[in-house]
């Protein structure tokens, strides 16, 4: 479910003016055609189990007309999307525990047609005590021992274009740390250009369970040559019924998502000369409605973004 600055949840990295570049486009068989015609009381998959499910698509249209399901929803409604996920940092083959995210999202998507979609994005994130589940605000850093401020992270809105190709690549130049919380500005990448290149596919299918995997890799390069770059590496893998994915009148598909992300050491981290990265994973889904949000995740950010409670078209609206 990424910014350009991004360092958790919102599966978008961010654009900044940039069209999406084409690398290479996946292969599929007639027998897609066919499969989106089936009966939803066929069964997609063999009896034998789990099967690459590429041709229930007859077109990478169809495929990421699926994702958008997933993630938001075809009709322009607005959906809500959650994760939670450990953080571990990795030096010298030590793995130490680090923090915990909970992550939300408003999200749309907009056919725009041609199969791109628009879609638009507000995160909020928040970093927690791995052991006790509070919100951290001092931290001690494994490697340093330096206790360092742990910001708050608030990303968006920002509107992206999501193509329906299975491969694309984009490059932007911009702001590309800045995050709208003064204290937190800068603190999760360096100004500098981005790349981004994301994948969507392939799919898997086992009875009525579709899976699509989707992958993402960003890296900024720093206007300041002494500053460090800073790369994100994220891979989420989307769990839908197929009846839903494949039904052209349901437009918003329950959901469920399995995350990995590997990142660099961000700013705020104050790692110096330290060599490593973090690892993560965790868990999340989406929310036809605000109150299916994670609780402490609306508790959190009745205290420290309240406007999005209280509006949350406006705040997701990049005119509000």
Do not use: C
């Amino acid at each position: 479910m990424l910014n350009r600055h991004k360092d958790s949840f919102a599966p978008n990295l961010g654009h900044n003016g940039v069209g999406p570049r084409v690398l290479s486009r996946r292969s599929f068989s007639a027998a897609g055609l066919a499969a989106l015609t089936l009966p939803a009381s066929v069964s997609i998959a063999s009896a034998s189990g789990m099967k690459r499910a590429d041709d229930l698509f007859a077109t990478d249209e169809e495929l990421v007309r699926a994702l958008m399901k997933m993630r938001a929803s075809t009709d322009g409604r607005m959906k809500y999307g959650w994760l939670e996920a450990k953080r571990y940092a990795y030096i010298d083959g030590e793995v130490l525990p680090l923090l915990s995210l909970l992550a939300g999202t408003l999200s749309t998507a907009v056919d725009k047609g041609n199969g791109t979609w628009d879609v638009t994005v507000l995160e909020t994130t928040y970093y927690l005590d791995i052991n006790t589940g509070e919100l951290l605000d001092m931290h001690p850093m494994p490697g340093t021992g330096k206790e360092v401020k742990v910001p708050l992270y608030r990303s968006g809105p920002s509107t992206i274009p999501i193509a329906a190709l299975s491969q694309m690549s984009e490059e932007s130049d911009g702001s590309a740390g800045v995050v709208e919380d003064d204290e937190g500005k800068d603190a999760f990448a360096p100004k500098g250009g981005v790349e981004l290149d994301r994948t969507v596919g392939p799919a898997y299918a086992d009875g009525d369970e579709l899976w699509i995997e989707t992958s993402e890799y960003g890296r900024v390069t720093p206007a300041n040559p002494q500053d460090d770059p800073v790369f994100y590496k994220e891979s989420a893998i989307w769990l839908g019924s197929a009846k839903e994915l494949l039904d052209p009148d349901v437009h918003s598909a329950r959901t469920k998502l399995s995350y990995d992300a590997a990142t660099s050491w961000r700013p705020w981290m104050e790692m110096g000369d330290v060599k490593g990265h973090t690892m993560s994973h965790g868990i999340g889904g989406k929310s036809e409605t605000m109150d299916g949000m994670p609780e402490q995740w609306l508790s959190l950010t009745e205290k420290y973004h309240p406007d999005i409670l209280d509006n949350p078209a406006k705040a997701l609206s990049q005119d509000g």
